[in-house]
């Protein structure tokens, strides 16, 4: 089972309104709208997916990470959820 499980519909929830929010971008473009209110929208979708983003992260260590250590793959479990961040804070 993975650590979102128990979060699951609401992960749907929230990435089913980032879609939403990526549709009315694609309304803002064809109705050609101000540039700086599309930048705003695009600023507010990119914060929502970093939200989803750490709150997956804080599941995935609060788990994975932790039953790692029951299972002597803590080191494994440590460079992955690095990893994840790496690319995390690039984007």
């Known amino acids: 089972m993975r650590g979102y499980y128990n979060d699951k519909d609401d992960y749907a ?8 929010q990526v549709r ?3 309304r803002m473009i ?5 540039c700086a209110d599309i930048l705003t929208q695009i600023s507010s979708v990119n914060s929502a997916l970093k939200r989803v983003a750490v709150a997956l992260l804080d599941d995935h ?3 994975c990470v932790v ?3 029951d299972r ?3 080191e494994d ?6 990893s994840a961040i ?5 984007s």
């Open 72 to 74: 002597g793959r803590t």
């Open 61 to 63: 260590i609060r788990t």
């Open 67 to 69: 039953d790692a250590d």
């Open 13 to 20: 929830a929230r990435l089913r309104r980032i879609e939403g």
């Open 77 to 82: 479990m440590v460079t992955e959820a690095t």
């Open 24 to 26: 009315g971008l694609q």
């Open 86 to 90: 790496a690319r995390l804070v690039k």
């Open 30 to 34: 064809e109705g050609d709208r101000y």
